[in-house]
């Protein structure tokens, strides 16, 4: 994962988080154009599961320069998604 300020042409500049079966076939995606609201990244850069399946995703907010670029608002460093069934 990694923040770009002009991304090469045809690329999807938006970050996210996607959940792949065994066979590499996409199931979810998580992430969003809003990358200040809950749920949505900004750059994504640590993933870990748990026991019961929930998702805790890490950001490089301050390494990628967003905390400046995105003040005054304090943009999420850690983010916990919990399995539904």
Same mark, same amino acid.
């Given at each position: *994962?990694?923040?770009? !300020?002009?991304?090469? $042409?045809?690329? /999807?500049?938006? $970050?996210?988080?996607?959940?792949? /079966? ?6 979810? !995606? ?7 609201? @809950?749920?949505?990244?900004? $750059? ?5 599961? /748990?026991?019961?399946? /929930?998702?805790? =995703?890490?950001? =490089?907010?301050? +390494? !990628?320069? $967003? +905390? +400046?670029?995105? +003040? @005054? *608002?304090? @943009?999420?460093? *850690?983010?916990? *998604?919990?399995?539904?069934?």
């Amino acid at each position: *994962f990694c923040f770009m !300020s002009h991304p090469p $042409a045809g690329h /999807d500049p938006i $970050a996210k988080v996607g959940i792949y /079966d065994p066979d590499g076939t996409l199931q979810q !995606s998580i992430g969003g154009e809003e990358e200040i609201l @809950p749920g949505n990244f900004i $750059a994504p850069h640590g993933l870990w599961a /748990d026991s019961r399946g /929930d998702l805790y =995703v890490g950001e =490089v907010v301050l +390494a !990628s320069g $967003a +905390a +400046a670029r995105l +003040a @005054p *608002f304090k @943009p999420h460093c *850690f983010q916990k *998604f919990i399995r539904s069934a």
